[in-house]
């Protein structure tokens, strides 16, 4: 399995990016997809996840109404549309992928994700 984040980057507070995850080696189709980040010092936290269909989703608090997860399973791609970015929102951003459970798309638990990506940079300046 791979996973291929790119879209990180250097802006400003008010800014927008958004962040892709290109899937290989899984069938996408049937994979939840989930962004975490960790930013220096903290420990990795989960930011947002979508289920396998793209019809359920769940977000952290800080970052609900500003960024959005979305799903392109004919592209095997997930993206994480970050609006309004804040200073608070650097860190190494990393997509994750797990096989589809009862709770789909609602699942903010690290350990539940058994593919990870590399990670892409986002880093807002203030």
């Known amino acids: 399995v791979q996973l291929q984040a790119s879209g990180g980057g250097l802006v400003q507070a008010g800014d927008s990016l958004r962040l892709s995850c290109a899937a290989s080696g899984l069938t996408f189709s049937r994979s939840d997809m989930a962004w975490f980040r960790q930013a220096p010092g903290k420990e990795r936290e989960y930011v947002a996840a979508?289920?396998?269909?793209?019809?359920?989703?769940l977000y952290a608090d800080s970052v609900k109404g500003r960024f959005t997860i979305s799903r392109d399973n004919a592209k095997n791609t997930v993206y994480l549309q970050m609006n309004n970015l804040k200073p608070e929102d650097t860190a190494v951003y990393y997509c994750?992928?797990?096989?589809?459970?009862?709770?789909?798309?609602?699942?903010?638990?690290?350990?539940?994700?058994?593919?990870w990506g590399q990670g892409t940079q986002v880093t807002v300046s203030s």
């Open positions: 994750a992928a797990k096989s589809p459970s009862w709770a789909s798309g609602r699942e903010p638990e690290a350990y539940r994700y058994d593919s």
């Open positions: 979508i289920n396998f269909r793209g019809a359920g989703t």
